[in-house]
């Protein structure tokens, strides 16, 4: 490890923080960081979420990186244990553990302007012993469904007698057979665990949902072992088969567009679905009034069948409050249980770290400044040198794979560090006018969206929010091609004014030759065929704006 280099700090072990761990490793053949892990082991939502039936409803060659795919899956959507092994490997090929400093929980991260470095505080979560370490660069990649939600109106979680959890924090010491179980919440998560612990008769399930939710059909199937060698020995077949689920599952972006029929047809097939697979008497309960999409859309883990099961029921009641021995609803009625699981989902924006930047102003802050958090292309933020973060504001996707953009944005901030890494510059931050311009490009596309037709996490922490902060508007192909480089001229350089010179040259240079080259064949076309002048200058006339952009 060079320490004279610039030092990187990533906070977080989790698919994100691995990734960029990689990436340094792998791409700039850097060794100069650490990741600080407040947890034991690796994995983020992949380790802490362990409970009964837990997977992805992303296809799982469309879930793993494009530098490392996997022959070996063993069938199209896969299980949480799967996921973490596959991690698990990654951390272990590219051998990070010396890399990693576990049970260090990061509190703040505070910028130095005239050293142009992060003073990093932490402690050990074991002993409390509070350190500090200097950085010159900070990634976040702390998760999206890494912290429990816990609705506010749920009044009563303390007064609970009976055994209580989040199904993030899983008591699988808790036996629940022979037991009355409410389960609060009827989202992605509940869905996967409500079939799992009905499966068994003597435990009786009572299901408080909050609001309806659109289920569309898994189609889960197994890989053969035939599959699997053709995978693994017949070349570009894996890549082949990986972008056809891409594809595929890019195209459903359109569904969520409102000027476009595509969400009239959906909502149609998911409602036949519904119908067709849950018990007549939900019917009118089950099927949504907002479009498809507005909400993440469940993949049917088979929550729908196990309604038809004699000890499962939906209460669609709103509680009042939690009791010793159970819940009461807003009707006076009494509902007793043994054991209360909490499906409520994730906060996604709050951190537990506090990032300060120039003139002392904390990220919070700056996120309530801008009414939400904002971002540059859900990476960095102006007043905050040389941080960056995985998993930003309006990064995700709520089609397809979240990996997916956390690869392309860990690429990206690979290019942005790089000349911080090589000396070139000392500190890059993105200016306040490109934030604003890209933000307002969001907000434009976003009121073309239907996630502004109900509530849902994609507003962030403040589910009654106006806007949609976790989200971005667009296919994933368009968000690569958002982030595959930097605009530099975006960006502010501490030190790095000679490099930007450098570099704005040898831009010029390569348009100016590319325009002479382009001027050149124009006047053999020409003085060749007299007759293409008039046709050659008209298009000219037409994109000279375009043309003078480019050469600027």
Same mark, same amino acid.
């Given at each position: @490890?060079?320490?004279?280099?610039?030092?990187? #700090?990533?906070?977080?072990?989790?698919?994100?923080?691995?990734?960029?761990?990689?990436?340094?490793?792998?791409?700039?053949?850097?060794?100069?960081?650490?990741?600080?892990?407040?947890?034991?082991?690796?994995?983020?939502? %992949?380790?802490?979420?362990?409970?009964?039936?837990?997977?992805?409803?992303?296809?799982?060659? %469309?879930?793993?990186?494009?530098?490392?795919l996997n022959s070996n899956w063993d069938s199209h959507f896969i299980?949480?244990?799967?996921?973490?092994?596959?991690?698990?490997?990654?951390?272990?090929?590219?051998?990070?553990?010396?890399?990693?400093?576990?049970?260090?929980?990061?509190?703040?991260?505070?910028?130095?302007?005239?050293?142009?470095?992060?003073?990093?505080?932490?402690?050990?979560?074991?002993?409390?012993?509070?350190k500090e370490q200097f950085a010159e660069i900070v990634i976040q990649?702390?998760?999206?469904?890494?912290?429990?939600?816990?609705?506010?109106?749920?009044?009563?979680?303390?007064?609970?007698?009976?055994?209580?959890?989040?199904?993030?924090?899983?008591?699988?010491?808790?036996?629940?057979?022979?037991?009355?179980?409410?389960?609060?919440?009827?989202?992605?998560?509940?869905?996967?665990?409500?079939?799992?612990?009905?499966?068994?008769?003597?435990?009786?399930?009572?299901?408080?949902?909050?609001?309806?939710?659109?289920?569309?059909?898994?189609?889960?199937?197994?890989?053969?072992?035939?599959?699997?060698?053709?995978?693994?020995?017949?070349?570009?077949?894996?890549?082949?088969?990986?972008?056809?689920? @891409?594809?595929?599952?890019? #195209?459903? %972006?359109?569904?969520?567009?409102?000027?476009?029929?595509?969400?009239?047809?959906?909502?149609?097939?998911?409602?036949?679905? @519904?119908?067709?697979?849950?018990?007549?008497?939900?019917?009118?309960?089950?099927?949504?009034?907002?479009?498809?999409?507005?909400?993440?859309?469940?993949?049917?883990?088979?929550?729908?069948?196990?309604?038809?099961?004699?000890?499962?029921?939906?209460?669609?009641?709103?509680?009042?409050?939690?009791?010793?021995?159970?819940?009461?609803?807003?009707?006076?009625?009494?509902?007793?249980?043994?054991?209360?699981?909490?499906?409520?989902?994730?906060y996604l924006i709050a951190r537990d770290v506090a990032f300060r930047?120039?003139?002392?102003?904390?990220?919070?802050?700056?996120?309530?400044?801008?009414?939400?958090?904002?971002?540059?292309?859900?990476?960095?933020?102006?007043?905050?040198?040389?941080?960056?973060?995985?998993?930003?504001?309006?990064?995700?996707?709520?089609?397809?794979?979240?990996?997916?953009?956390?690869?392309?944005?860990?690429?990206? #901030?690979?290019?942005?560090?790089?000349?911080? #890494?090589?000396?070139?510059?000392?500190?890059?931050?993105?200016?306040?006018?490109?934030?604003?311009?890209?933000?307002? %490009?969001?907000?434009?596309?976003?009121?073309?969206?239907?996630?502004?037709?109900?509530?849902?996490?994609?507003?962030?922490?403040?589910?009654?929010?106006?806007?949609?902060?976790?989200?971005?508007?667009?296919?994933?192909?368009?968000?690569?091609?958002?982030?595959?480089?930097?605009?530099?001229?975006?960006?502010?350089?501490?030190?790095?004014?000679?490099?930007?010179?450098?570099?704005?040259?040898?831009?010029?240079?390569?348009?100016?030759?590319?325009? @002479?080259?382009?001027?050149?064949?124009?006047?053999?076309?020409?003085?060749?065929?007299?007759?293409?002048?008039?046709?050659?200058?008209?298009?000219?006339?037409?994109?000279?704006?375009?043309?003078?952009?480019?050469?600027?």
């Amino acid at each position: @490890m060079n320490e004279k280099s610039p030092r990187v #700090i990533i906070i977080g072990a989790g698919i994100g923080g691995i990734t960029m761990a990689i990436n340094l490793r792998r791409k700039l053949h850097f060794d100069n960081f650490m990741i600080y892990e407040k947890s034991s082991t690796i994995g983020g939502t %992949w380790r802490d979420n362990t409970y009964p039936g837990c997977s992805s409803d992303i296809a799982a060659h %469309w879930y793993s990186l494009s530098s490392e795919l996997n022959s070996n899956w063993d069938s199209h959507f896969i299980t949480q244990p799967e996921i973490q092994a596959y991690w698990e490997d990654l951390y272990e090929k590219y051998k990070l553990r010396p890399f990693t400093a576990f049970n260090t929980h990061v509190e703040r991260v505070d910028w130095d302007e005239k050293a142009c470095v992060h003073k990093v505080t932490f402690y050990d979560t074991k002993t409390g012993e509070r350190k500090e370490q200097f950085a010159e660069i900070v990634i976040q990649a702390l998760g999206a469904f890494t912290a429990p939600y816990f609705p506010k109106d749920l009044v009563g979680v303390d007064k609970f007698q009976g055994h209580l959890w989040h199904s993030q924090q899983w008591r699988h010491d808790v036996d629940l057979r022979g037991k009355r179980v409410g389960v609060i919440g009827n989202g992605c998560s509940a869905a996967q665990f409500i079939p799992e612990i009905a499966a068994d008769p003597t435990v009786e399930v009572i299901n408080f949902c909050r609001s309806r939710q659109w289920f569309m059909e898994k189609g889960q199937y197994k890989y053969s072992r035939g599959a699997k060698w053709a995978f693994a020995n017949i070349p570009f077949l894996m890549r082949i088969h990986r972008a056809l689920i @891409m594809l595929q599952s890019d #195209i459903g %972006w359109f569904m969520y567009r409102t000027q476009l029929p595509m969400s009239n047809y959906v909502r149609k097939a998911f409602t036949k679905y @519904m119908k067709e697979t849950a018990p007549e008497k939900y019917h009118n309960e089950l099927v949504p009034s907002y479009p498809p999409g507005c909400k993440r859309i469940i993949i049917d883990p088979g929550y729908l069948a196990a309604l038809h099961k004699p000890n499962v029921n939906i209460v669609w009641e709103n509680i009042a409050e939690i009791v010793e021995k159970g819940v009461v609803l807003k009707s006076g009625e009494f509902v007793p249980l043994d054991i209360l699981i909490l499906g409520t989902g994730f906060y996604l924006i709050a951190r537990d770290v506090a990032f300060r930047g120039r003139n002392g102003l904390t990220l919070d802050q700056y996120f309530e400044s801008q009414n939400g958090a904002m971002a540059y292309r859900g990476t960095v933020f102006p007043g905050f040198p040389n941080v960056f973060s995985v998993v930003g504001p309006n990064s995700l996707s709520a089609h397809t794979s979240a990996l997916f953009a956390i690869e392309v944005q860990s690429n990206y #901030i690979t290019k942005l560090i790089k000349p911080i #890494i090589t000396g070139q510059t000392k500190a890059v931050e993105v200016t306040t006018e490109a934030t604003n311009k890209y933000n307002s %490009w969001l907000g434009k596309r976003l009121e073309k969206t239907i996630f502004l037709d109900c509530l849902s996490y994609y507003r962030g922490d403040n589910r009654e929010g106006v806007r949609n902060v976790t989200t971005f508007p667009g296919m994933m192909a368009t968000f690569w091609w958002n982030t595959r480089k930097p605009i530099w001229n975006d960006f502010k350089m501490m030190g790095g004014e000679k490099w930007m010179k450098q570099r704005q040259r040898k831009v010029s240079l390569l348009r100016f030759g590319t325009l @002479m080259a382009i001027l050149s064949l124009s006047l053999s076309l020409v003085s060749k065929n007299p007759q293409v002048s008039t046709t050659l200058w008209s298009v000219i006339a037409r994109f000279k704006p375009t043309m003078m952009a480019f050469f600027n």
